[in-house]
Protein backbone atom coordinates (compact mmCIF):
# COMPACT_ATOMS: atom_id res chain seq x y z
CA UNK A 1 0.00 0.00 0.00
CA UNK A 2 0.62 3.63 -0.76
CA UNK A 3 -0.61 6.90 0.97
CA UNK A 4 -0.39 10.21 -0.36
CA UNK A 5 -1.23 13.47 0.62
CA UNK A 6 -1.73 16.31 -0.64
CA UNK A 7 -0.86 19.70 0.25
CA UNK A 8 -0.28 23.86 -0.93
CA UNK A 9 -3.40 24.35 -2.68
CA UNK A 10 -5.25 27.83 -2.37
CA UNK A 11 -6.24 30.68 -4.04
CA UNK A 12 -4.45 32.37 -6.03
CA UNK A 13 -4.59 35.08 -8.96
CA UNK A 14 -3.91 34.89 -12.91
CA UNK A 15 -0.03 34.88 -13.43
CA UNK A 16 0.84 34.14 -9.36
CA UNK A 17 3.16 30.84 -8.99
CA UNK A 18 2.10 28.07 -6.36
CA UNK A 19 3.66 24.95 -5.33
CA UNK A 20 1.93 21.79 -4.25
CA UNK A 21 3.59 19.22 -2.50
CA UNK A 22 2.75 15.44 -2.03
CA UNK A 23 4.26 13.16 0.76
CA UNK A 24 4.26 9.32 0.19
CA UNK A 25 4.65 7.16 2.31
CA UNK A 26 4.32 2.95 2.62
CA UNK A 27 5.81 0.87 -0.40
CA UNK A 28 8.73 1.90 -1.53
CA UNK A 29 8.69 5.59 -3.06
CA UNK A 30 11.53 5.46 -5.29
CA UNK A 31 10.44 2.54 -7.29
CA UNK A 32 7.40 4.34 -7.77
CA UNK A 33 6.43 6.21 -11.19
CA UNK A 34 4.65 9.61 -9.97
CA UNK A 35 1.74 11.54 -11.29
CA UNK A 36 0.03 14.64 -10.99
CA UNK A 37 -3.59 14.66 -11.99
CA UNK A 38 -6.41 17.31 -12.41
CA UNK A 39 -10.28 18.05 -12.11
CA UNK A 40 -12.07 20.77 -12.84
CA UNK A 41 -15.94 20.76 -11.97
CA UNK A 42 -18.29 18.65 -14.85
CA UNK A 43 -15.35 17.58 -16.00
CA UNK A 44 -12.77 14.42 -15.94
CA UNK A 45 -9.80 13.47 -14.27
CA UNK A 46 -7.01 14.99 -16.45
CA UNK A 47 -3.38 14.38 -16.96
CA UNK A 48 -1.02 17.03 -15.90
CA UNK A 49 2.58 15.97 -15.37
CA UNK A 50 4.37 12.34 -14.10
CA UNK A 51 7.89 11.83 -13.18
CA UNK A 52 9.46 8.50 -13.62
CA UNK A 53 10.96 6.84 -10.37
CA UNK A 54 14.66 8.41 -10.97
CA UNK A 55 13.47 11.66 -12.52
CA UNK A 56 15.10 10.89 -15.23
CA UNK A 57 11.82 10.98 -17.42
CA UNK A 58 8.97 13.59 -17.08
CA UNK A 59 6.09 13.99 -19.29
CA UNK A 60 3.51 16.84 -19.14
CA UNK A 61 0.19 17.69 -20.48
CA UNK A 62 0.03 20.21 -23.11
CA UNK A 63 -1.33 22.65 -21.11
CA UNK A 64 1.09 23.04 -18.61
CA UNK A 65 4.00 22.55 -20.40
CA UNK A 66 6.45 25.24 -19.87
CA UNK A 67 4.50 26.98 -17.32
CA UNK A 68 4.45 23.48 -14.63
CA UNK A 69 7.52 21.30 -13.55
CA UNK A 70 6.98 18.41 -11.58
CA UNK A 71 10.25 17.32 -9.25
CA UNK A 72 10.79 14.69 -6.35
CA UNK A 73 13.08 13.82 -3.93
CA UNK A 74 13.24 10.29 -3.25
CA UNK A 75 15.37 10.71 0.18
CA UNK A 76 11.76 12.79 1.55
CA UNK A 77 9.46 10.61 -0.52
CA UNK A 78 8.25 13.71 -1.53
CA UNK A 79 6.78 14.81 -5.04
CA UNK A 80 6.14 18.03 -6.08
CA UNK A 81 4.49 20.49 -8.91
CA UNK A 82 5.67 23.75 -9.07
CA UNK A 83 3.16 26.06 -11.42
CA UNK A 84 3.80 29.10 -12.58
CA UNK A 85 2.26 31.90 -14.51
CA UNK A 86 -1.44 30.63 -13.51
CA UNK A 87 -4.33 31.00 -15.83
CA UNK A 88 -7.99 30.87 -14.43
CA UNK A 89 -8.43 27.11 -16.56
CA UNK A 90 -5.62 25.56 -13.87
CA UNK A 91 -8.60 26.00 -11.18
CA UNK A 92 -9.23 21.78 -10.26
CA UNK A 93 -8.67 19.88 -7.72
CA UNK A 94 -4.92 18.57 -7.93
CA UNK A 95 -4.25 14.80 -7.47
CA UNK A 96 -1.15 13.19 -6.33
CA UNK A 97 -0.94 9.21 -7.98
CA UNK A 98 1.36 6.34 -7.66
CA UNK A 99 2.28 3.18 -9.98
CA UNK A 100 4.20 0.40 -9.49
CA UNK A 101 5.42 0.27 -12.85
CA UNK A 102 7.05 2.81 -15.64
CA UNK A 103 5.67 6.48 -15.74
CA UNK A 104 2.51 6.71 -17.39
CA UNK A 105 -0.06 10.08 -18.32
CA UNK A 106 -3.31 7.79 -18.44
CA UNK A 107 -5.57 7.66 -15.16
CA UNK A 108 -6.46 4.22 -15.11
CA UNK A 109 -2.32 2.90 -14.91
CA UNK A 110 -1.74 4.82 -11.71
CA UNK A 111 -2.16 2.49 -8.87
CA UNK A 112 -2.87 4.84 -5.52
CA UNK A 113 -3.94 8.20 -5.30
CA UNK A 114 -4.28 10.88 -3.14
CA UNK A 115 -7.51 13.44 -1.71
CA UNK A 116 -6.62 16.21 -3.67
CA UNK A 117 -6.03 19.87 -2.87
CA UNK A 118 -8.22 22.61 -4.65
CA UNK A 119 -6.18 25.06 -6.26
CA UNK A 120 -8.62 28.46 -7.54
CA UNK A 121 -7.42 31.10 -10.06
CA UNK A 122 -9.32 34.29 -10.52
CA UNK A 123 -8.63 36.57 -13.09
Known amino acids: QVQLVESGGGLMQAGDSLKLSCAAS????????MGWFRQAPGKEREFVASISAGSVRKSYADSVKGRFTISRDNAKNMVYLQMNSLKPEDTAVYYC????????????????WGQGTQVTVSS
Open 26 to 33: GRSFSSNA
Open 97 to 112: AARLAALATSVSRYDY
